[in-house]
T-cell receptor
Framework: EAGVAQSPRYKIIEKRQSVAFWCNPI?????LYWYQQILGQGPKLLIQ????????DSQLPKDRFSAERLKGVDSTLKIQPAKLEDSAVYLC????????????FGPGTRLTVL | DAKTTQPNSMESNEEEPVHLPCNHS???????IHWYRQLPSQGPEYVIH???SNVNNRMASLAIAEDRKSSTLILHRATLRDAAVYYC??????????????FGKGTLLTVNP
């Protein structure tokens, strides 16, 4: 079974530029999550989708971050404009449903903002 | 969200058992105890979870205190591949907080050859 795919794996941008990350969850998984992991900390949930609807985006900085999952399969997370403090690893995870116990994580995208 | 307390770091020797503790004194009756681990440069991976009874799977065992205020993840024979950050997380199975996982800083396990 293929795992959660993410691209790119690494991205370096200058502050105030825009960046987008892509995630393809495990086939058949209805729930998709985006996490931000700052160096030395645990992952922090940014947004949670159930199919193509948002379940929780309470910790998403909506003035600069946006995410979509238009067809209920793959998803894109965008930052516009980026700030230095956005430097982190962005992790995508999926699960069969939002009440299912196990989340499966992708390898992450490491973003460096200069 | 109910919180957990874990040591920042632990060390073990290869092929010896490892006991990783977690305190969760404010756990509620509907909170499951989950453990994930994160290997270097990878996303977290599920290890094990339980509610009240001890649990075993191919990766580890989970021992839960009778009052559920603490638990221990047991790796029976540590290997170098087990070096990772281990996260103990409480997940509300009643649907509170949309079942989400809230990660702390975890315990960094170092395995010596």
């Amino acid at each position: 079974e293929a795992g959660v795919a993410q691209s790119p794996r690494y991205k370096i941008i200058e502050k105030r530029q825009s960046v987008a990350f892509w995630c393809n969850p495990i086939s058949g998984h209805a729930t998709l999550y985006w996490y931000q992991q700052i160096l030395g900390q645990g992952p922090k949930l940014l947004i949670q989708f159930q199919n193509n609807g948002v379940v929780d985006d309470s910790q998403l900085p909506k003035d600069r971050f946006s995410a979509e999952r238009l067809k209920g399969v793959d998803s894109t997370l965008k930052i516009q404009p980026a700030k230095l403090e956005d430097s982190a690893v962005y992790l995508c995870a999926s699960s069969l449903s939002f009440s299912t116990d196990t989340q499966y994580f992708g390898p992450g995208t490491r973003l460096t903002v200069l | 969200d109910a919180k957990t307390t874990q040591p920042n770091s632990m060390e073990s020797n290869e092929e010896e058992p490892v006991h990783l503790p977690c305190n969760h004194s404010t756990i509620s009756g509907t909170d499951y105890i989950h453990w994930y681990r994160q290997l270097p440069s990878q996303g977290p991976e599920y290890v094990i979870h339980g509610l009240t009874s001890n649990v075993n799977n191919r990766m580890a065992s989970l021992a839960i205190a009778e009052d559920r205020k603490s638990s221990t993840l047991i790796l029976h024979r540590a290997t170098l591949r087990d070096a990772a950050v281990y996260y103990c997380i409480l997940r509300d199975a009643s649907g509170g907080s949309n079942y989400k996982l809230t990660f702390g800083k975890g315990t960094l396990l170092t395995v010596n050859p």
